[in-house]
């Protein structure tokens, strides 16, 4: 599969933003559709997931600002950010998942700054 991320850009703090991830195949063939995100000079972390039975799950750092949903038809992956922080600045990751097997995106860079 390939996941193509898009929708990052520079927002003020208290912005909103809505990220997208287009896969090249069923996303229903995966177990889980993922975000995750990459700040500078630290490690990829989660932030939300939505599994094939559509249950979502999200890091604490986000919970009630970010919410993950998706368009099968469309093969798509969403992530409305919403309350963002200057912590929140990091490059963000669409990922797929069968099990332990993740793929990946190129990332898409979001930057909140004033």
């Known amino acids: 599969v390939q996941l193509v991320e898009s929708g990052g850009t520079l927002v003020q703090p208290g912005g909103s933003l809505k990220l997208s991830c287009v896969a090249s195949e069923n996303i229903f063939n995966f177990n889980a559709m993922n975000w995750y995100r990459q700040a500078p000079g630290k490690e990829r972390s989660f932030v939300a997931s939505i599994n094939v039975g559509g249950n979502t799950r999200y890091a604490d750092s986000v919970k009630g600002r970010f919410t993950i949903s998706r368009d099968g038809q469309k093969r798509a992956v969403y992530l409305q950010m919403n309350g963002l922080k200057p912590e929140d600045t990091a490059v963000y990751y669409c990922?797929?998942?069968?099990?332990?097997?993740?793929?990946w995106g190129q990332g898409t860079q979001v930057t909140v700054s004033s």
């Open positions: 990922a797929a998942n069968i099990l332990s097997r993740y793929t």
